[in-house]
């Protein structure tokens, strides 16, 4: 299971093939503390791993020097609400009315705007959500008072506010 402690690095490749080789290559030659990989629709290949920071250097190092990278991202200091989204945990009901919502064509980008967003300004994760539905995309949905997300959507700009959105509307987006 992914913890607080530590750093993640993520690595997205654009074929399963070529994200399998470069795991087992970091796998041999990297002492990790959690690793996880996701395929998603386009064949696209993701890796997100948990060490010390060195290994996570050294790691991203490897799979970097690989053909077929798409992108990547890294949390030095990862975010206590972002640990049950990475280890893909039931968001508890979260009662919002004013939220933040963007979508990342890249899910390495996605986690580590999130992340960058929820150290910065006072916000919460109501759902953070790549699956089939989204061809290959992630949507993140944060909440916070008015103030805290307009000041968000700043680093954000492609983002949206919604204020006072109605429940019913997040209870399917949580589907």
Same mark, same amino acid.
């Given at each position: 299971?992914?913890?607080?402690?530590?750093?993640?690095?993520?690595?997205?490749?654009?074929?399963? #093939? *070529?994200?399998?080789?470069?795991?087992? =290559?970091? @796998?041999?030659?990297?002492?990790?503390?959690?690793?996880?990989?996701?395929? !998603?629709?386009? /064949?696209?290949?993701?890796?997100?791993?948990?060490?010390?920071?060195?290994?996570?250097?050294?790691?991203?190092?490897?799979?970097?020097?690989?053909?077929?990278?798409? =992108?990547?991202?890294? %949390?030095?200091? @990862?975010? =206590?609400?972002?640990? #049950?989204? !990475?280890?893909?945990? *039931?968001? #508890?009901?979260?009662?919002?009315?004013?939220?933040?919502?963007? *979508? *990342?064509? /890249?899910?390495?980008?996605?986690?580590?705007?999130?992340?960058?967003?929820?150290?910065? !300004?006072?916000?919460?994760?109501?759902? !953070?959500?790549?699956?089939?539905?989204?061809?290959? /995309?992630?949507?993140?949905? %944060?909440?916070?008072?008015?103030?805290?997300?307009?000041?968000?959507?700043?680093? @954000?700009?492609?983002?949206?506010?919604?204020?006072?959105?109605?429940?019913?509307?997040?209870?399917? @987006?949580?589907?």
């Amino acid at each position: 299971m992914f913890k607080q402690e530590g750093a993640i690095g993520i690595l997205e490749y654009i074929t399963i #093939p *070529q994200g399998i080789k470069v795991l087992n =290559d970091i @796998i041999k030659h990297v002492n990790l503390s959690h690793v996880q990989a996701k395929i !998603f629709p386009g /064949s696209k290949y993701m890796i997100i791993m948990q060490g010390e920071h060195g290994s996570i250097e050294y790691a991203m190092e490897i799979g970097m020097e690989q053909e077929g990278l798409v =992108d990547i991202g890294w %949390l030095g200091k @990862i975010h =206590d609400q972002l640990v #049950p989204v !990475f280890n893909e945990e *039931q968001s #508890p009901k979260h009662v919002a009315e004013n939220v933040l919502v963007f *979508q *990342q064509l /890249s899910h390495a980008k996605a986690y580590e705007e999130c992340n960058m967003l929820l150290h910065g !300004f006072d916000l919460s994760v109501v759902k !953070f959500k790549h699956n089939e539905a989204l061809e290959g /995309s992630s949507i993140v949905i %944060l909440s916070g008072s008015v103030a805290a997300t307009r000041a968000a959507k700043e680093r @954000i700009k492609s983002a949206e506010i919604i204020t006072n959105i109605e429940p019913w509307i997040l209870e399917e @987006i949580a589907r």
